[in-house]
């Protein structure tokens, strides 16, 4: 189905405007900015949208707590797609406001945490604030008079008027944050190099529980991708286990999988098989589908040679 009007999280200028930017059939719709990611998702299920695409993993500060927990508990959404984006942050402030001027810094939390070490060494004892989004902060400092300042990508400056003082304000290289597209529709077809997100709720809290479950990958020698627990907010000590791992729903082995979970271990909630991005990725598919190929031309050789 044709994507006619897809949420992000707001407003212009963030690094997700950004990521949905670089989808070209996404460019073509309308696209609406909310100001939380709750309220983006919630927005998918309620129908006034298409699709959302939200941040949902960064290299440094790892998950984005408020996209899993409202996928989790909150909406019955599946990702569609996923998209990695390179994050360069920058210091900016409004013209005339120097590095020595700055008496408060304003971005979004994991923002601020990923430039911890240039805001202790340069600017340890101003106060950080936390806004909705970096470019929520930019648009901030660009309102206010006071010597603000902000942490935010490149465009926010370019769009909100603000000057930028110093430049890849973060702390290690290679930052990168993965970014998805959610919504209600189907699940894309498998590409041959394909990611699954699952979510399982122990039924009781017993030794080796989370042991069974990942028993039931290695025995079909699933590879997994990520492991993560979270609270499931009924009480101190009660977690779930979200799981990613490669391999799609259509695959016989991932499906017989999450049925053998299903009945016997733990209620799953399925968020989604969708394609692993990058060059990387492309490469891996073709190298399946050669490898595919080879396997099919060898079963059928030795299928010809059965009696008749």
Same mark, same amino acid.
């Given at each position: 189905m044709k994507t006619t009007r897809v949420g992000f999280l707001g407003p212009v200028g963030t690094f997700t405007h950004e990521a949905l930017r670089s989808q070209t059939d996404l460019v073509a719709a309308e696209s609406v900015a909310y ?80 430039? #911890?070490?240039?805001?202790? /060494?340069? %600017?340890?004892?101003? +106060? !950080? &604030? ?89 025995? #079909?020698?699933?590879?997994? /991708?990520? %492991?993560?627990?979270? +609270? !499931? &907010? ?47 990725a492309a490469t891996k598919r073709e190298d399946v589908s050669v490898a595919r190929a080879a396997a099919d031309e060898w079963m059928q050789m030795l299928r010809s040679r059965i009696t008749k």
């Amino acid at each position: 189905m044709k994507t006619t009007r897809v949420g992000f999280l707001g407003p212009v200028g963030t690094f997700t405007h950004e990521a949905l930017r670089s989808q070209t059939d996404l460019v073509a719709a309308e696209s609406v900015a909310y100001p939380t990611i709750g309220e983006a998702l919630t927005a998918v299920t309620d129908g006034h949208i298409d699709v959302a695409v939200v941040p949902l993993e960064n290299a440094i500060e790892g998950t984005v707590s408020a996209t899993m927990d409202s996928l989790i508990f909150d909406n019955d959404l599946l990702i569609e797609r996923e998209m990695v984006l390179p994050i360069q942050l920058h210091l900016m402030a409004r013209p005339g406001v120097g590095l020595g001027d700055i008496t408060e810094v304003w971005s979004y939390s994991h923002a601020l945490a990923q430039c #911890r070490s240039f805001l202790q /060494t340069n %600017l340890a004892a101003v +106060p !950080t &604030k936390i806004s909705a989004s970096t470019a929520d902060a930019a648009r901030l400092v660009s309102e206010l008079t006071t010597t603000a300042a902000a942490v935010a990508p490149a465009v926010a400056a370019e769009i909100y008027g603000l000057n930028i003082i110093a430049t890849d304000v973060e702390d290690h290289d290679g930052n990168a944050t993965r970014f998805v597209v959610v919504g209600t529709g189907s699940v894309p077809a498998p590409t041959g190099h394909d990611r699954t997100t699952i979510v399982c709720f122990q039924d009781a809290d017993r030794p080796g529980s989370l042991y069974g479950i990942l028993g039931r990958f290695a025995a #079909r020698d699933i590879n997994l /991708t990520k %492991l993560e627990s979270r +609270p !499931t &907010k009924r009480g101190l000590g009660e977690y779930c286990f979200v799981i990613e791992f490669e391999g799609h729903i259509a695959d016989d082995v991932i499906a017989d999988c999450l049925t053998d979970l299903q009945a016997h271990l733990t209620r799953v909630k399925f968020l989604g098989s969708y394609p692993v991005t990058g060059e990387e990725a492309a490469t891996k598919r073709e190298d399946v589908s050669v490898a595919r190929a080879a396997a099919d031309e060898w079963m059928q050789m030795l299928r010809s040679r059965i009696t008749k």
